[in-house]
């Protein structure tokens, strides 16, 4: 994936490789990568690329692992709310990361400005929230599963079905998928629902009290 960026000033490149054996994977946002071990890895790759790699200045190549992050128990804790890669760290595959982040600060100021309490409105927020946001943070990782199959039988069939009409494995190109993903106004289902929603947390605030007597 390739775009420009400071006013076309620059051209950055996300180039995506397998993780490297006997390599520190700490999480960094700092790792240098090598250029000459970049150009020998895309060598088999088009024209495009590999006409690029070349204009790569020193240095300025950054590396660091993609991971995924188990969904949490909770987003919230008294009056403390998580919100965006912090709950629901996104892989890069649905290009949905800082969505999620604008859905849940978009949900959670409707909950303030609703609600009666703060605890109420974490509660709603979360509830809202939390199924949604971790669906989408699964579908990036199974669509990275899927594609960076190796050559072979799931390959072949993985193109077929992209190639086809049905259910896409791609799922940033589903069309399903992007219904779910972009045709859901989050803000305006939390003002609709307002009422379904304080009375669902309410009840499962009941029912732990009850379970905890």
């Not at 690329?49 to 204009?55: I, Q």
């Not at 972009?182 to 307002?194: A, E």
């Amino acid at each position: 994936m390739a775009y420009p960026i400071k006013n076309n000033n620059v051209y950055n490149m996300v180039l995506l490789h397998p993780q490297k054996p006997n390599v520190d994977q700490t999480e960094s946002w700092t790792n240098k990568g090598d250029k000459k071990e970049m150009i020998e890895f895309y060598k088999g790759w088009n024209d495009g690329v590999r006409d690029l790699l070349p204009y790569v200045p020193e240095g300025l190549i950054n590396e660091w692992t993609l991971n995924f992050h188990p969904p949490l128990p909770s987003w919230i804790e008294t009056k403390t709310a998580l919100i965006g890669d912090s709950c629901h760290a996104m892989l890069p595959y649905v290009a949905q990361g800082a969505a999620q982040a604008i859905e849940d600060a978009g949900v959670l100021t409707v909950s303030l400005s609703l609600a009666d309490d703060v605890p109420t409105a974490l509660s709603v927020y979360e509830a809202v929230r939390k199924s949604r946001g971790e669906a989408i943070q699964n579908s990036a990782a199974s669509t990275r599963i899927a594609l960076h199959l190796p050559d072979g039988k799931e390959q072949e069939e993985r193109d077929a079905a992209i190639a086809g009409t049905g259910p896409n494995p791609d799922l940033w190109a589903d069309q399903g998928w992007q219904d779910f993903m972009w045709g859901v106004d989050v803000m305006k289902d939390t003002v609709v629902g307002w009422n379904k929603w304080v009375a669902l947390v309410k009840g499962r605030h009941l029912g732990d009290a009850n379970s905890s007597c």
